[in-house]
């Protein structure tokens, strides 16, 4: 069974940075399409940034575009979302998803998912 703990999530002040990783485990991370997403409250989950398995690809949203990066480290099986420049807009919790096959050319959905973590609450107040 797949299993995703995300962590790293807190309060920020606007403009700065936080990381947030995701560890896996009972699979192997380098055979799976990985996403990150977040649900901010009163609103649906939406894709933040992908990392396709089948070219390597990362793919973001517009609004994050230029401050997140997504990257992976097979050997830890981990995964990462470097947030630079956090606006209060960013507030949500947010969530680390895989699954295998997608052939992703785009930003991912979250219906394209089957294995989620948790979650990890990320508060940008000013």
């Known amino acids: 069974q797949v299993q995703l703990v995300e962590s790293g999530g807190g309060l920020v002040q606007p403009g700065g940075s936080l990381r947030l990783s995701c560890a896996a485990s009972?699979?192997?991370?380098?055979?799976?399409?990985i996403g990150w997403f977040r649900q901010a409250p009163g609103k649906e989950r939406e894709g933040v940034s992908c990392?396709?398995?089948?070219?390597?690809?990362?793919y973001y949203a517009d609004s994050v575009k230029g401050r997140f990066t997504i990257s992976r480290d097979n050997a830890k099986n981990m995964v990462y979302l470097q947030m630079n420049s956090l606006k209060p807009e960013d507030t949500a919790v947010y969530y680390c998803?895989?699954?295998?096959?997608?052939?992703?050319?785009?930003?991912?959905?979250?219906?394209?998912?089957?294995?989620w973590g948790q979650g990890t609450q990320v508060t940008g107040s000013s």
């Open positions: 009972r699979f192997t991370l380098d055979y799976y399409d």
């Open positions: 990392f396709g398995r089948r070219d390597g690809s990362a």
């Open positions: 998803a895989a699954e295998t096959g997608l052939q992703l050319s785009g930003l991912c959905v979250p219906t394209d998912f089957g294995s």
